[in-house]
């Protein structure tokens, strides 16, 4: 292929380029300034080979003309003077033209096969290299045939090795140990403990743990315990947590004592109980309402050292909110903050629950304005907690109110909270309010229960609406929602108060073909119908409560004393011989399926 070749031609010179006089001029300013240099120079030398030539006639040539010269110094000198100069800027014009020649396919080509060359060999050493690198194990064998195999640093660096091997291996079945534990695995969790012993590899706690809480989270307490008994055998050391696993599979169980019996084992084995362990114990307790056994724990902890958390004073808390002990639980919160334990939302809602079931409604609003001073954000439990309190202080338009408030501060409402203000409408006997609210809670979308519709449906009993209560019962089954027997009891006491018996009996035989047992509301608003009846009917009544009986259905004051209203005491004291009576405290006030 033709190559071709680049002129030396300066910027400004170049065809197509746009230049001023001035730069034009510049760029033609060293060829023009050039051959004047040389006449200069070659005048300049003639003069002086002249002068050097005749020195006796330099007088007689001054101010005369004289004719070309024919010295040989003066060819020389205008040779020297002319040619070398051509020569010099020829040689230079060929450099230039060399450096600039444009490249041609053929040398580009040569230049990318050059360049293959080059990576193709640096490949080449690059793999050599990469081939002959040696694994770390055989170069600690060949440090060891090098050395000696009594060589200290030999020796060391292989048993490095090995326990690096061995952690790694270890940590793996560890973390499939754990993912079988997770998804509820725990024969497979067992198996990989097997197969850490056959591959040699001593278990450690973590391996251990994973199994105990692979059967704890089956509820499966035994064989939990089994397992840290073997650890325990195998020489490995339980720590805090294998203890804790257990404590917290007794108190999911209700079995406190034996959680207990975990916490005091586990101090005889030498392993100090931390928070979580005396949390645990301290919750079993409140779990049954035993504010004085979850008190004693919290002292034994303080004295041991371990510093009490807001989980712990919440258990104690929530222990005093399940006898109604308000004052109680609000001195718990003092204590908390004498000893610097920061006080959350779930604490508050803790206190203001206490005072719900004791149905003080201004001291739950006290510790609910409280909590907002304190710029702890109540949610939607803590305003249900206030509801209720409401609910049970018999002001239900404090109970909307609460309710409003909770939706303008934009926390969003749940069953509960629209239970609670349907409850506080229902106690008041306000059906209007308690559909009103009901309404609402399916135009916002929140799925209504059939503790909602119950609630609806006593508010229609304590009224004796009983037209009312057959529509919301319609409703509750076009909702999908499955009655219990807790609102066929709602519903069939409107129409035991009036004595109208034989719809009772119908929601009795409805409720049994939907597999539905009858419990002791449903019988006391059966009984309830008999005895208000027209005439009364006092051998059904009978009938009805031999059958409980043989049901084995239990029995209150309640339940007798309507069927001493429908078959006289005398009879009714015949009846519940040699059957055991279920007393309710006096100072309780009587569950709404009996009003």
Same mark, same amino acid.
């Given at each position: 292929?033709?190559?071709?070749?680049?002129?030396?031609?300066?910027?400004?010179?170049?065809?197509?380029?746009?230049?001023?006089?001035?730069?034009?001029?510049?760029?033609?300013?060293?060829?023009?300034?050039?051959?004047?240099?040389?006449?200069?120079?070659?005048?300049?030398?003639?003069?002086?080979?002249?002068?050097?030539?005749?020195?006796?006639?330099?007088?007689?040539?001054?101010?005369?003309?004289?004719?070309?010269?024919?010295?040989?110094?003066?060819?020389?000198?205008?040779?020297?003077?002319?040619?070398?100069?051509?020569?010099?800027?020829?040689?230079?014009?060929?450099?230039?033209?060399?450096?600039?020649?444009?490249?041609?396919?053929?040398?580009?080509?040569?230049?990318?096969?050059?360049?293959?060359?080059?990576?193709?060999?640096?490949?080449?050493?690059?793999?050599?290299?990469?081939?002959?690198?040696?694994?770390?194990?055989?170069?600690?064998?060949?440090?060891?045939?090098?050395?000696?195999?009594?060589?200290?640093?030999?020796?060391?660096?292989?048993?490095?090795?090995?326990?690096?091997?061995?952690?790694?291996?270890?940590?793996?079945?560890?973390?499939?140990?754990?993912?079988?534990?997770?998804?509820?695995?725990?024969?497979?969790?067992?198996?990989?403990?097997?197969?850490?012993?056959?591959?040699?590899?001593?278990?450690?706690?973590? &391996?251990?743990?994973? @199994? #105990? =809480?692979?059967? $704890?989270?089956? +509820?499966?307490?035994?064989? %939990? !315990?089994?397992? /840290?008994? *073997?650890?325990?055998?195998?020489?490995?050391?339980?720590?805090?947590?294998?203890?804790?696993?257990?404590?917290?599979?007794?108190?999911?169980?209700?079995?406190?004592?034996?959680?207990?019996?975990?916490?005091?084992?586990?101090?005889?084995?030498?392993?100090?109980?931390?928070?979580? &362990?005396?949390?645990? @114990? #301290? =919750?079993?307790? $409140?779990?049954? +309402?035993?504010?004085?056994? %979850? !008190?004693?724990? /919290?002292? *034994?902890?303080?004295?041991?050292?371990?510093?009490?958390?807001?989980?712990?004073?919440?258990?104690?808390?929530?222990?005093?909110?399940?006898?109604?002990?308000?004052?109680?639980?609000?001195?718990?919160?003092?204590?908390?903050?004498?000893?610097?334990?920061?006080?959350?939302?779930?604490?508050?809602?803790? @206190? #203001?629950?206490?005072? $719900?079931?004791? +149905?003080?409604?201004?001291? %739950? !609003?006290?510790?609910?304005? *409280?909590?907002?001073?304190?710029?702890?954000?109540?949610?939607?439990?803590?305003?249900?907690?206030?509801?209720?309190?409401?609910?049970?202080?018999?002001?239900?338009?404090?109970?909307?109110?609460?309710?409003?408030?909770?939706?303008?501060?934009?926390?969003?409402?749940?069953?509960?909270?629209?239970?609670? @203000? #349907?409850?506080?409408? $229902?106690?008041? +006997?306000?059906?209007?309010? %308690?559909?009103?609210?009901?309404?609402?809670?399916?135009?916002?979308?929140?799925?209504?229960?059939?503790?909602?519709?119950?609630?609806?449906?006593?508010?229609?009993?304590?009224?004796?609406?009983?037209?009312?209560?057959?529509?919301?019962?319609?409703?509750?089954?076009?909702?999908?929602?499955?009655?219990?027997?807790?609102?066929?009891?709602?519903?069939?006491?409107?129409?035991?108060?009036?004595?109208?018996?034989?719809?009772?009996?119908?929601?009795?035989?409805?409720?049994?073909?939907?597999?539905?047992?009858?419990?002791?509301?449903?019988?006391?608003?059966?009984?309830?119908?008999?005895?208000?009846?027209?005439?009364?009917?006092?051998?059904?009544?009978?009938?009805?409560?031999?059958?409980?009986?043989?049901?084995?259905?239990?029995?209150?004051?309640?339940?007798?004393?309507?069927?001493?209203?429908?078959?006289?005491?005398?009879?009714?004291?015949?009846?519940?011989?040699?059957?055991?009576?279920?007393?309710?405290?006096?100072?309780?006030?009587?569950?709404?399926?009996?009003?």
């Amino acid at each position: 292929m033709k190559s071709f070749k680049q002129s030396a031609v300066s910027e400004p010179c170049k065809p197509g380029k746009h230049v001023s006089t001035t730069e034009y001029l510049q760029a033609k300013f060293p060829v023009i300034i050039m051959p004047m240099c040389i006449i200069a120079i070659v005048y300049f030398v003639d003069n002086v080979l002249f002068h050097f030539s005749n020195p006796e006639n330099d007088a007689a040539t001054e101010g005369s003309t004289s004719g070309p010269s024919s010295s040989p110094f003066e060819i020389v000198s205008i040779v020297i003077c002319v040619v070398l100069p051509a020569v010099y800027f020829n040689r230079k014009h060929k450099n230039k033209n060399v450096e600039t020649r444009v490249p041609n396919a053929e040398d580009a080509g040569a230049r990318l096969r050059a360049k293959a060359s080059t990576k193709a060999t640096q490949v080449t050493v690059t793999s050599s290299e990469s081939a002959k690198i040696t694994p770390l194990s055989q170069v600690l064998r060949t440090a060891e045939e090098t050395l000696g195999p009594h060589t200290e640093s030999a020796r060391l660096a292989c048993q490095k090795l090995a326990i690096s091997k061995q952690a790694m291996t270890l940590a793996r079945y560890n973390q499939g140990i754990s993912a079988a534990a997770k998804a509820g695995q725990p024969s497979k969790a067992v198996q990989l403990l097997v197969d850490i012993e056959k591959a040699g590899i001593l278990p450690d706690t973590i &391996s251990y743990n994973s @199994v #105990i =809480h692979a059967f $704890a989270r089956q +509820g499966d307490i035994r064989s %939990a !315990e089994k397992w /840290l008994l *073997k650890m325990k055998e195998n020489n490995v050391e339980a720590n805090t947590i294998s203890y804790n696993i257990l404590m917290d599979t007794c108190v999911k169980a209700n079995n406190t004592t034996e959680a207990e019996a975990w916490l005091e084992r586990m101090q005889k084995d030498g392993v100090d109980p931390n928070e979580v &362990s005396y949390a645990t @114990v #301290i =919750h079993a307790r $409140a779990k049954h +309402g035993d504010s004085a056994g %979850a !008190e004693a724990w /919290l002292r *034994k902890m303080i004295e041991q050292g371990v510093e009490p958390n807001v989980v712990s004073y919440n258990s104690l808390i929530y222990a005093c909110g399940k006898k109604g002990q308000a004052a109680k639980a609000e001195k718990w919160v003092e204590e908390m903050e004498e000893r610097g334990v920061e006080a959350r939302v779930t604490t508050y809602t803790a @206190v #203001i629950d206490a005072c $719900a079931k004791s +149905g003080d409604v201004l001291r %739950a !609003e006290k510790w609910m304005e *409280k909590m907002i001073a304190c710029d702890i954000e109540p949610n939607v439990v803590s305003y249900s907690a206030m509801i209720d309190a409401c609910a049970k202080g018999g002001d239900p338009d404090r109970a909307e109110l609460w309710h409003t408030r909770m939706l303008l501060k934009g926390v969003q409402p749940n069953a509960h909270s629209f239970s609670a @203000v #349907i409850n506080a409408c $229902a106690k008041a +006997g306000n059906v209007e309010a %308690a559909v009103h609210w009901l309404e609402q809670m399916e135009d916002n979308g929140v799925p209504v229960d059939v503790v909602v519709y119950s609630g609806v449906l006593d508010a229609c009993a304590k009224v004796g609406d009983c037209d009312k209560a057959k529509l919301v019962f319609h409703q509750m089954r076009m909702q999908g929602v499955k009655p219990n027997v807790i609102s066929y009891a709602a519903l069939a006491r409107p129409f035991a108060h009036k004595g109208e018996w034989e719809e009772v009996e119908a929601f009795a035989e409805q409720m049994k073909s939907e597999g539905l047992e009858m419990n002791e509301y449903f019988l006391y608003a059966l009984l309830l119908a008999y005895a208000s009846a027209k005439p009364r009917q006092a051998e059904r009544a009978e009938q009805a409560f031999r059958d409980a009986k043989a049901m084995k259905i239990e029995l209150n004051k309640h339940v007798v004393t309507a069927l001493a209203r429908a078959v006289g005491r005398t009879k009714a004291n015949q009846l519940v011989q040699d059957v055991e009576i279920k007393t309710v405290p006096d100072r309780q006030r009587r569950p709404e399926s009996y009003q």
